[in-house]
């Protein structure tokens, strides 16, 4: 815990994610909150129930798991740790007005998760510069606890989230246009169903728990739902809730969250750090910045920027 000079405070803590992931890690999280306000026991009780996530006997992989898959390491995956840059993104209505035009009509009500998920995913591939045939990936924290029958019970506080991937070669993310990721990012979260779920607990036993490929990844979490600007230790709410920058995991740079946030002019939106080498992070500000100002330029593979035009119908 950290006092600040104005009475407020700062209260960090560190997840071990074996134990839960982050919407049990909120449910404890609302629990001591309650405690510590007077209450006996918390409004919502925990449970174990670990074996409903359990393997199949015999374990058998029935869907296909490219979030998995053993990528060679190449020049295109984050490894000057000394060179990173740390940078917070907001993303409120004027941001998401100026972004929706720039999809096809039939997907510019799409979520805001994957319109912005979309543009970022782009928009940090043509930063990191990889070749054009490289496959890159973005992973998406998918929240399965609703997709199974029955339902998961209220409390249980254990790992219940997918990876589902979308893959691309950047050539081809970086060519086409904005529709292009966003429909590949529609397809992988629709992937997740209770099947993927228990084809995916049954990888972990077939193959000795792999962890998730990060060459040439890029991982996003929206925490929006999770519920930590809600926890109460007698305070009050909190201002904000999410980590403390963007990169964190196992490798540095790869990861950003959604995290709710309201700006200075009180308007409610996303704010999303991001964390990228010192040269990359300045050409990501650029696309990012291109593409609020609908203002678009596609590399093409001889190197050189034509222009895409953004239709005023």
Not at 14 to 33: E, P, W, Y
Not at 238 to 246: D, F, L, R, S
Not at 278 to 297: G, P
């Amino acid at each position: 815990v950290t006092r600040l000079k104005c009475g407020g405070f700062i209260f960090a803590i560190r997840l071990n994610h074996i134990i839960s992931d982050a919407t049990g890690l909120v449910q404890f999280m609302k629990a001591v909150g309650e405690i510590s306000r007077g209450m006996n026991i918390p409004s919502i009780s925990p449970v174990w129930c670990r074996e409903l996530l359990n393997a199949r006997d015999p374990p058998r992989v029935t869907c296909t798991h490219r979030e998995y898959e053993q990528v060679p390491d190449t020049k295109g995956t984050i490894v000057h740790l000394d060179d990173m840059v740390h940078r917070s993104f907001f993303f409120g209505p004027t941001e998401l007005a100026a972004l929706r035009p720039q999809f096809p009509s039939h997907l510019q009500q799409q979520s805001r998760f994957e319109i912005i998920t979309a543009c970022l995913w782009r928009c940090r591939t043509i930063a990191l510069q990889p070749d054009a045939d490289e496959e890159v990936r973005i992973i998406c924290i998918y929240n399965a606890r609703g997709k199974f029958n029955p339902p998961l019970p209220k409390g249980y506080y254990g790992n219940a989230f997918a990876f589902p991937v979308a893959i691309s070669t950047a050539g081809k993310l970086i060519e086409n246009p904005l529709g292009y990721a966003l429909e590949l990012i529609k397809k992988a979260k629709a992937d997740v169903t209770e099947e993927y779920m228990h084809s995916m607990a049954d990888l972990m036993v077939i193959k000795g728990r792999p962890h998730f490929t990060s060459v040439r990844m890029y991982l996003v979490s929206d925490v929006t739902h999770v519920g930590l600007r809600e926890v109460d230790f007698g305070w009050g709410k909190a201002v904000y809730g999410g980590p403390a920058h963007g990169g964190v995991g196992v490798v540095p740079g790869l990861a950003s969250f959604y995290i709710p946030f309201k700006n200075a002019k009180g308007e409610e939106g996303l704010v999303i750090p991001v964390c990228l080498p010192n040269q990359a992070m300045k050409r990501f500000v650029k696309e990012l910045d291109s593409l609020l100002k609908n203002n678009i330029t596609l590399p093409t593979n001889g190197g050189l920027k034509s222009s895409f035009i953004i239709s005023s119908l």
